[in-house]
Antibody, heavy 119, light 108 residues
Framework: QVRLVESGGGVVQPGRSLRLSCAASGFTFSNYGMHWVRQAPGKGLEWVALMWYDASNNFYTDSVRGRFTISRDNSKNTLYLHMRSLRAEDTAVYYC????????????WGQGTTVTVSS | SSELTQDPAVSVALGQTVRITCQGDSLRTFYANWYQQKPGQAPVLVIFRKNNRPSGIPDRFSGSSSGNTASLTITGAQAEDEADYYCNYRDSSVNHYVFGSGTRVTVL
């Protein structure tokens, strides 16, 4: 079945780096744009980044641009988020999500991985 | 990209109808999608491009839009519909995505 599984979360000190992974299965990964979306404790959803299906373009929310890098390896069916210069306000559950064809919403989500930035 | 405003919470009696609204100037231009999130779970897409349901979503969920307001209606709410609901849209001019603040639906 169609599935996304995130990993790589953990506790990290402010200013340090962390890389999240999202393993996709059950669909042709290289045909879909992929997002990272996060949710701080007790808060709403916040879009973080998007990478097009062929990695030709990527886009970021303002608060992470220059610190986070989204990437993908279509040969491994895996999406990544490399986070640098982490701040306390980056503490959240990070979800990867598939962009449906024709921009039909984020139609498949992973279960999320938790990132805690704390000294 | 403009913000999206949602009421923080609404309640509905079991079997009754509830409408959840989402306001934002950008909704005059861009379609809204809606997501359901139950506690401790990932979000689930329930409506895309204003009024389309993904496969597997019950037909008691419907979407509509007028002016700067998008709406999600649950007709005949069930206990399992108790959740947080988020609207969002894609600003295609800058390829940014915006989520609303979310509405907690309680089924009484």
């Amino acid at each position: 079945q169609v599935r996304l599984v995130e990993s790589g979360g953990g506790v990290v000190q402010p200013g340090r780096s962390l890389r999240l992974s999202c393993a996709a299965s059950g669909f042709t990964f290289s045909n879909y744009g992929m997002h990272w979306v996060r949710q701080a404790p007790g808060k709403g959803l916040e879009w973080v980044a998007l990478m097009w299906y062929d990695a030709s373009n990527n886009f970021y929310t303002d608060s992470v641009r220059g610190r986070f890098t989204i990437s993908r390896d279509n040969s491994k069916n895996t999406l990544y988020l490399h986070m640098r210069s982490l701040r306390a306000e980056d503490t959240a559950v990070y979800y990867c999500a598939r962009e449906g064809h024709s921009n039909n919403g984020m139609d498949v989500w992973g279960q999320g991985t938790t990132v805690t930035v704390s000294s | 990209s403009s913000e999206l405003t949602q009421d923080p919470a609404v309640s509905v009696a079991l079997g009754q109808t509830v409408r959840i609204t989402c306001q934002g100037d950008s909704l005059r231009t861009f379609y809204a999608n809606w997501y359901q999130q139950k506690p401790g779970q990932a979000p689930v897409l329930v409506i895309f491009r204003k009024n389309n349901r993904p496969s597997g979503i019950p037909d008691r969920f419907s979407g509509s839009s007028s002016g700067n307001t998008a709406s999600l209606t649950i007709t005949g709410a069930q206990a399992e519909d108790e959740a947080d609901y988020y609207c969002n849209y894609r600003d295609s001019s800058v390829n940014h995505y915006v989520f609303g603040s979310g509405t907690r639906v309680t089924v009484l």
